[in-house]
Antibody, heavy 120, light 107 residues
Framework: EVQLLESGGDLVQPGGSLRLSCAAS????????MSWVRQAPGKGLEWFSA????????YYADSVKGRFTISRDNSKNTLYLQMNSLRAEDTAVYYC?????????????WGQGTLVTVSS | EVVMTQSPATLSVSPGERATLSCRAS??????LAWYQQKPGQAPSLLIY???TRATGIPARFSGSGSGTEFTLTISSLQSEDFALYYCQQYNVWPPGFGGGTKVEIK
């Protein structure tokens, strides 16, 4: 059974940093691209970052480029998101999502989400 | 960037009735269109991909159609567990993008 478990969400001040983790199990982690998708309170879904299975290539939406870094440790079956220079508009539930295949940005499994609140 | 527009924003339907949700893309996405269901406090779950293919375990009352820029999700006979939010997503053009969602509520 595929499982994705995010952790690391917290209350952080504007300008602060946070690191999210997503522990994966039930599939060959290194064979699949992974993404982060977020959902602001009461709002829709926003894809903002992806990483291919090997970790060799990463992709970002303009909204987070230069501030967020996606990475993965295939030996630990874990996906990461380093978030710097956080803003109030980054407040959201952050989901990790597994790619349907190695690279199509179609998401067949999602974690339960972790809440990041940026506020002073 | 492809803009995905869903309509209506809210759909009020009685149990057992048919629900028809629409999704429009600002440019062609071919058939690379997915539908997700999200219940309160839960993560989204994949319902339909490639515009019309049901994901594993999805009941036959869910069906998708369309190609290019116009897509439809139909729930043939609404069950109590189907009242939820539904999002479409295109994965044909970078970056991938979601529609704003349609809430299906009990009439």
């Amino acid at each position: 059974e595929v499982q994705l478990l995010e952790s690391g969400g917290d209350l952080v001040q504007p300008g602060g940093s946070l690191r999210l983790s997503c522990a994966a199990s039930g599939f060959t982690f290194s064979s699949y691209a992974m993404s982060w998708v977020r959902q602001a309170p009461g709002k829709g879904l926003e894809w903002f970052s992806a990483i291919i299975g090997s970790g060799g290539s990463t992709y970002y939406a303009d909204s987070v480029k230069g501030r967020f870094t996606i990475s993965r440790d295939n030996s630990k079956n874990t996906l990461y998101l380093q978030m710097n220079s956080l803003r109030a508009e980054d407040t959201a539930v952050y989901y990790c999502a597994k790619d349907f295949s190695n690279w199509d940005l179609l998401f067949d499994y999602w974690g339960q989400g972790t809440l990041v609140t940026v506020s002073s | 960037e492809v803009v995905m527009t869903q309509s209506p924003a809210t759909l009020s339907v009685s149990p057992g009735e048919r629900a028809t949700l629409s999704c429009r893309a600002s440019q062609t996405v071919n058939s690379k269109l997915a539908w997700y269901q999200q219940k309160p406090g839960q993560a989204p779950s994949l319902l339909i991909y490639a515009a019309s293919t049901r994901a594993t375990g999805i009941p036959a009352r869910f069906s998708g159609s369309g190609s290019g820029t116009e897509f439809t999700l139909t729930i043939s006979s609404l069950q109590s567990e189907d009242f939820a939010l539904y999002y479409c997503q295109q994965y044909n053009v970078w970056p991938p993008g979601f529609g704003g969602g349609t809430k299906v509520e009990i009439k």
